[in-house]
């Protein structure tokens, strides 16, 4: 008999399970009833040519809000305070969108590879945060060497 309650106790709360799985599933996969932003970019990765000490390292990234409502950026979170960041806040269906990340780059860093991140917080519900990467290599300076002019001869 204690048997038979453990299995139908067992069997009681698989059910259970099963149902409160089923009523997540909509928060699970991010789906709304309602229109919703979506939110599209070509490329979130730039490597920046050889740049020397001094130099800023700057890109934009383009993106699109392929959705059926506005995408908001509510924030875009540069990795370091080397880093300034400037973008777009709302835009509209269809529409295309900038986010601009600019790395000043250090005399420390001369002939080291860089690697900096940007952080894109958004209402898209299947992108609410992305990435953005600029990346690329720091070219010592080399200072200019002095001219070589014609042959001097000496005067007798």
Known sequence: MGLIIFKLKKIILLFLALVLLLMATPLWSGESSGPQPRLLIDGVVFESDNLIPGQVAEHTFVFKNEGDAPLEIMQVKP?????????DHIILPGGTGRIT???????????????????????????PQTCLIIHGLIKTEISSLP???????PVV
Do not use: H
Request: some cysteine; hydrophobic content about 40%; proline content about 5%.
């Open 147 to 153: 001219e070589i002019g014609p042959e001097v001869k």
């Open 79 to 87: 990795g370091c305070s080397c880093s300034v960041v400037s973008y």
């Open 101 to 127: 990340l600019a790395i000043t780059v250090y005399q420390q860093w001369a002939g080291l590879q860089f690697r900096r991140t940007a952080w894109v917080l958004t209402n898209d519900p299947l992108a």
